[in-house]
Structures are given as structure tokens and as C-alpha cells.
């Protein structure tokens, strides 16, 4: 019995003594997990149009329901061109079919080029062509800012919104307008810039909305501006580190902020005082014209001669070349929304639509 308890007294002893000299060590906490979509896609292309053609601006409603904009020409037998031009593209889930969106204009019936295009519904689109135009799919009103007292120097390319009664228009020589679902405002921007793209974001714990927009010449170094529209107030922020020409902005407030153009740009954060972080350096070599996104793991940017660019989260993808052939041309814009991107812009004499469907 005295055997066995000194067995005993040696165990604890033996085992308690060891505890103390190396201490208990957790195990390493596993890596973090990073949250990433997908790379593969299926890709169609198609071409539109004759000469001249091309697309500036796309809106994904739904997989079965898209809208292009911009200039579509078509030949005649001797040809010469058909008019009225065409100035849109539908994609009804199956195929591509031109379209002439016209409107009446100071008693005259108009099918103006467009610029841009934003849609919330297949019933609620707004497309963009100097002036802001508003409908259902199948009827148009566009709406004669430059009639308006205050706002007769407007000329809008781009459109954002979270919403048809708080939407922003932005265009040439930094015309910036506010549209409340009943009356017109102009924002004064503070520049005579180009204002070249627009974004906004909603702060997802906050509630607090920004919105930025980027202005430039794009083709001249006569200067840059990054500017945020609070309401009707318009501010020149931090662009250190950015090159001249700016063309594209996307962001999630607090997260990650993107603008593009002549490279590609990215900060954590607008209150920082670091400059802008270049990282384009070995995934393009070619200018970037629009960047957008379902989210910060989900982002797409294009460009010229078909630059084509994903990052999923973790890792950027260029299909240029690889699964995109180069183009003697540019992409001028690309949306994405769910499983579904797509990018327009133009291919030699062509419009061109690039659509990729996700594996």
C-alpha cells in the first residue's frame, strides 16, 4: 500500500513538474480563409454593326435581360448608311437584337447617340446621351436639363443611383446634376475637367453613403481631380499617387477603394494619408478604362485592345490572350452582376459584346 501511494506522489510530481517547466501550448489557430469566386467563365463574343460602330456603356438587369449603348451603323446594298442609326442592344437570355431608342425633343422625334446606361428593374432604366433619359424598356423621356434655369451648360455622360429618385449624372466640363425623383439640382464640382465615371457605395454596418467621381482629360495632361459629392456638396480629396489621366472608380465604403485608367490604383481607405498604390505593374501593360464588381472578391476591369482583367479575392486573371483573343480595338465598360459579365466596346468598324457566363 505505501508502494503503491509513493507510485502515486512520483506520477503527479513527475507530470506536474513538467507542466510547470514547458507550459501548456495551444495549438496554431488555423489560416484564415479567403473568401473567393470563381475564374472560369464561358465566353460568347459577338460583333455589331458596320462602320463606325461601337458601344459605350452596359446594364445587366437579370440573365435574361441586358442593355448596350452607344452608335450602331449599318450598310445598305450601297452602302451607305441606314438612318436613323441604332443607339441600343438587348440581350434577351438568347441572342443580341439592335434597337433605336427614340424620344421626343423639342417637337422633334430624336434617337440620339448614347453614352451611358443604369438600370434597377426591366421596367426602371435610365440611359445617358448628353441628357438623361428615363424608362420602361419600350418608352422614353428625356429630360431637357439645358431648359432649365441653372442648368443650361449640363451635358452628362455616366449615371449612378441607389435609387430613381437619388440619382447622379456626370458628364463634360465637370457637369455634375441631382435628380430626387421630382426636381433637377446642379452640384458645382469645382472643376471644368471631364468627370469620366461615378460610383457609390453604402457602408453595410454604418449606413453612411459616399460617392466618388473621377475627372480628367484622359488624352492631355491638363490635370486630375477625385472628387466626393456628399448630397449637393462636392469635395477634392487626397490623389497622391495617381497619374493624370484617371478613367474608372469602384469601391465598398470602408473596404476597398479602386480607380483605373492610366494603371490601376487601390487604397484601404480615403482618410489615409498614404498615396495611391499602384499594382498594375505585371498584369497590364495597357490603359484600363472602367472597373466594376459584385463585390470586393468579385471585381472586373477592362480596357484597350481587349484587356480583360478578374480577381476573385485572392488571385488576378487576365484572359487577354489566353481565353480572349487581343483586339485591334477597346473595351470601354463592363458590368457584372451575379454569374454573368459583360463588356462592350468596339473592334475594328464593329461594336463588339463580350458576355461570360460563370462555370
Not at 450598310?75 to 441606314?82: G, P, R, T, V
Not at 453612411?208 to 448630397?231: C, M, P, R, T, W
Amino acid at each position: 500500500m505505501t508502494k503503491i501511494f509513493l507510485f502515486a506522489l512520483l506520477m503527479i510530481f513527475l507530470f506536474t513538474n513538467s507542466d510547470c517547466k514547458k507550459g501548456i501550448v495551444d495549438p496554431p489557430p488555423p489560416p484564415p480563409v479567403i473568401d473567393t469566386t470563381s475564374h472560369e467563365f464561358v465566353w460568347t463574343i459577338n460583333t455589331l454593326g458596320d462602320a463606325a460602330s461601337q458601344l459605350n456603356d452596359v446594364t445587366i438587369i437579370n440573365d435574361t435581360c441586358a442593355w448596350a449603348v452607344g452608335s450602331i451603323y449599318l450598310l445598305d446594298s450601297n452602302k451607305k448608311f441606314i438612318y436613323p442609326i441604332y443607339n441600343a442592344a438587348y440581350w434577351n437570355g438568347k441572342q443580341w437584337s439592335l434597337k433605336r431608342i427614340s424620344m421626343n425633343f423639342r417637337s422633334n422625334l430624336i434617337t440620339p447617340p448614347l453614352e451611358g446606361t443604369l438600370s434597377f428593374s426591366t421596367t426602371d432604366v435610365w440611359l445617358v446621351g448628353s441628357l438623361p433619359i428615363h424608362g420602361d424598356g419600350q418608352n422614353w423621356n428625356i429630360f431637357d436639363l439645358r431648359s432649365m434655369a441653372g442648368l443650361e451648360n449640363i451635358s452628362v455622360s455616366k449615371a449612378w443611383g441607389s435609387k430613381s429618385s437619388d440619382m447622379y449624372f456626370v458628364g463634360l466640363g465637370g457637369s455634375i446634376v441631382h435628380y430626387n425623383g421630382i426636381s433637377w439640382k446642379k452640384i458645382e464640382s469645382g472643376t471644368t475637367l471631364d468627370i469620366q465615371d461615378i460610383w457609390g457605395s453604402r457602408d453595410s454596418k454604418t449606413g453612411e453613403q459616399q460617392i466618388l467621381a473621377v475627372a480628367s482629360n484622359k488624352f492631355l495632361d491638363v490635370g486630375k481631380k477625385l472628387l466626393q459629392i456628399n448630397n449637393t456638396i462636392t469635395t477634392a480629396i487626397a490623389d497622391s499617387g495617381l497619374p493624370w489621366s484617371l478613367s474608372g472608380v469602384w469601391f465598398e465604403t470602408n473596404e476597398k477603394y479602386y480607380i483605373v485608367g492610366d494603371g490601376m490604383f487601390m487604397k484601404s481607405s480615403l482618410d489615409s494619408d498614404r498615396a495611391w498604390k499602384g499594382f498594375h505593374m505585371g498584369l497590364t501593360t495597357y490603359y484600363t478604362n472602367i472597373i466594376r464588381a459584385n463585390n470586393k472578391n468579385d471585381i472586373v476591369v477592362v480596357g484597350a485592345f481587349g484587356a480583360f482583367l478578374h480577381y476573385n479575392g485572392s488571385t488576378w486573371k487576365n484572359y487577354m490572350g489566353n481565353e480572349l483573343p487581343a483586339v485591334n480595338g477597346s473595351f470601354y465598360s463592363v458590368t457584372i452582376k451575379n454569374n454573368l459579365v459583360i463588356a462592350v466596346g468596339h473592334v475594328g468598324e464593329k461594336a463588339i459584346v463580350v458576355m461570360g457566363k460563370r462555370k
